[in-house]
């Protein structure tokens, strides 16, 4: 479950519904903590059956606490989500995609019924005159966001009341997996990236003196031997490590003699080389063309 992270709530505020001149409100708000933002309440009455759902967004603030830019994430309250007829409570937009805030910086939610001059009569929000928000204030539009005033220059309430949900940003868990795990020489191996909690840098040790940055690299083993593989993954919040030992194992070419030593037939074992087939009953030592004795 996602924590709350922020908490803008003050129940002597007064109130504020939405009409056909103002089309679109907004609160400005600076994030307390980096957190990932998930879901938003809006604390609010319906005095009807309203006809539209309420719509959300999140946006940069610009120098005079207005939204900048396109949304970062973006929301709804279905209109069967909303509270009772004359009964406040709390309201929740789930939205996507999840954004993570950065502490001490200023942004905008934007509530609005739609995006046309027409809107529904039917909400009203929860407002507070008592600066619970830090360097925080309301804001409306009387188009469709093109402009912007700001409500506490205009005798209307400062603040409007909600709650943000969202998750602790975290280090990266480092994990990956490779394919094939052996072979000959050489050995074209394909590393994928399987970390956790968002990595945005990665760094490869793929244990014969090779390394890459890349995601999900191919590598190439040239040389015989077993290689000790590791990973580690990084974010803004922190680094983390997997190493596997031995994890890739090189083998040299197969010899051009191949042998079978094994219970071929019953009281024998049989020998075969590319010249020449016997009996091993006889353990007198048999040496190769390359010198090998058997």
């Given at each position: 479950?996602?924590?709350?992270?922020?908490?803008?709530?003050?129940?002597?505020?007064?109130?504020?519904?939405?009409?056909?001149?103002?089309?679109?409100?907004?609160q400005t708000f600076k994030a307390i903590?980096?957190?990932?933002?998930?879901?938003?309440?809006?604390?609010?009455?319906?005095?009807?059956?309203?006809?539209?759902?309420?719509?959300?967004?999140?946006?940069?603030?610009?120098?005079?606490?207005?939204?900048?830019?396109a949304a970062l994430a973006t929301g709804?309250?279905?209109?069967?989500?909303?509270?009772?007829?004359?009964?406040?409570?709390?309201?929740?937009?789930?939205?996507?995609?999840?954004?993570?805030?950065?502490?001490?910086?200023?942004?905008?939610?934007?509530?609005?019924?739609?995006?046309?001059?027409?809107?529904?009569?039917?909400?009203?929000?929860?407002?507070?005159?008592?600066?619970?928000?830090?360097?925080?204030?309301?804001?409306?539009?009387?188009?469709?966001?093109?402009?912007?005033?700001?409500?506490?220059?205009?005798?209307?309430?400062?603040?409007?009341?909600?709650?943000?949900?969202?998750?602790?940003?975290?280090?990266?868990?480092?994990?990956?997996?490779?394919?094939?795990?052996?072979?000959?020489?050489?050995?074209?191996?394909?590393?994928?990236?399987?970390?956790?909690?968002?990595?945005?840098?990665?760094?490869?040790?793929?244990?014969?003196?090779?390394?890459?940055?890349?995601?999900?690299?191919?590598?190439?083993?040239?040389?015989?031997?077993?290689?000790?593989?590791?990973?580690?993954?990084?974010?803004?919040?922190?680094?983390?490590?997997?190493?596997?030992?031995?994890?890739?194992?090189?083998?040299?070419?197969?010899?051009?003699?191949?042998?079978?030593?094994?219970?071929?037939?019953?009281?024998?074992?049989?020998?075969?080389?590319?010249?020449?087939?016997?009996?091993i009953n006889d353990l007198t030592p048999?040496?190769?063309?390359?010198?090998?004795?058997?």
């Amino acid at each position: 479950m996602a924590d709350l992270f922020e908490s803008h709530f003050n129940d002597t505020g007064s109130s504020l519904r939405f009409y056909k001149t103002q089309t679109r409100f907004g609160q400005t708000f600076k994030a307390i903590s980096a957190h990932t933002v998930t879901s938003i309440d809006l604390y609010l009455m319906r005095t009807g059956v309203p006809p539209n759902p309420i719509y959300l967004a999140l946006h940069n603030a610009d120098g005079n606490g207005h939204p900048t830019g396109a949304a970062l994430a973006t929301g709804e309250i279905p209109v069967v989500d909303v509270s009772p007829v004359w009964d406040w409570a709390w309201a929740k937009a789930t939205l996507s995609p999840e954004v993570t805030l950065v502490s001490g910086n200023t942004y905008v939610f934007v509530f609005y019924t739609t995006g046309g001059a027409v809107v529904s009569k039917d909400y009203v929000l929860n407002f507070d005159n008592n600066d619970t928000y830090a360097d925080g204030k309301g804001i409306t539009s009387t188009d469709s966001g093109g402009t912007w005033s700001d409500m506490n220059n205009s005798g209307t309430p400062d603040d409007i009341q909600f709650r943000v949900y969202g998750n602790e940003p975290a280090a990266p868990t480092a994990a990956f997996s490779g394919t094939p795990l052996s072979g000959t020489k050489p050995l074209t191996v394909q590393f994928t990236d399987e970390s956790t909690d968002d990595p945005t840098s990665w760094l490869w040790d793929f244990g014969d003196e090779g390394s890459s940055v890349d995601q999900s690299p191919e590598h190439i083993y040239e040389e015989v031997g077993t290689y000790t593989v590791t990973l580690t993954a990084t974010n803004d919040i922190g680094s983390d490590d997997e190493e596997k030992v031995d994890y890739i194992t090189v083998f040299g070419p197969p010899s051009p003699y191949s042998y079978l030593n094994k219970d071929a037939y019953s009281g024998y074992h049989c020998f075969i080389e590319q010249y020449q087939k016997r009996k091993i009953n006889d353990l007198t030592p048999f040496k190769l063309p390359d010198g090998t004795l058997y």
